[in-house]
T-cell receptor, first 114, second 115 residues
């Protein structure tokens, strides 16, 4: 079974700082990896999706990388803002032929201090 | 396109009662997923549909749980004889395999509290 781990569990940074969130997974045979943001009591907002054939994806101040061989992905947030405060979840999917269901980590809770 | 919607957003029920949740996926998305998320944890896969066919179920989906997607559009998740351990956020997601990405889009969730 795929195990997804996210480190650190919580992170507090001053506004403007660059930061990296880490995600590791045990089975490198993933189809894709998706990063989500979750605000308290809310659903998940997709941030970036990296297909298994890709190494990274960028959207605005966010950059996600994927290294399948080492079972790792990172989410880089540049110039953090208080509005970035949320829980960040990574999810690795199984083969699309078996449904592409996601295995989620437990998340990193980010607080950006003004 | 208004995204994935879920109803109700909150449900409080007494132990032993039955509850039903509804998910309306993004139109034309042929895959629909149900996940459950407990406090402080990441979502866990329950089941998924491709069109109207339920193709996979997690072992988390006990025989008290049943899901349907009768016409390949909206889906319902029913929990019979609810238990306090069923208290969680139930999330629905949909996807359409365009360009092979299978990106999943999530709804706002239904928060279930069993008293």
């Amino acid at each position: 079974k795929q195990e997804v781990t996210q480190i650190p569990a919580a992170l507090s940074v001053p506004e403007g700082e660059n930061l990296v969130l880490n995600c590791s997974f045990t089975d490198s045979a993933i189809y894709n990896l998706q990063w989500f943001r979750q605000d308290p009591g809310k659903g998940l907002t997709s941030l970036l999706l990296i297909q298994s054939s890709q190494r990274e994806q960028t959207s605005g101040r966010l950059n996600a990388s994927l290294d399948k061989s080492s079972g790792r992905s990172t989410l880089y947030i540049a110039a953090s803002q208080p509005g970035d405060s949320a829980t960040y979840l990574c999810a690795a999917s199984k083969s699309v032929f078996t449904g592409n269901q996601f295995y989620f980590g437990t998340g990193t809770s980010l607080t950006v201090i003004p | 396109d208004t995204g994935v919607s879920q109803n109700p957003r909150h449900k409080i029920t007494k132990r032993g009662q039955n509850v039903t949740f509804r998910c309306d996926p993004i139109s034309e998305h042929n895959r629909l997923y149900w996940y459950r998320q407990t406090l402080g944890q990441g979502p866990e896969f329950l089941t998924y549909f491709q069109n109207e066919a339920q193709l996979e179920k997690s072992r988390l989906l006990s025989d008290r749980f049943s899901a349907e997607r009768p016409k390949g559009s909206f889906s319902t998740l029913e929990i019979q004889r609810t238990e306090q351990g069923d208290s969680a956020m139930y999330l629905c997601a949909s996807s359409l395999p365009t360009s092979g990405s299978y990106e999943q889009y999530f709804g706002p969730g239904t928060r279930l509290t069993v008293t």
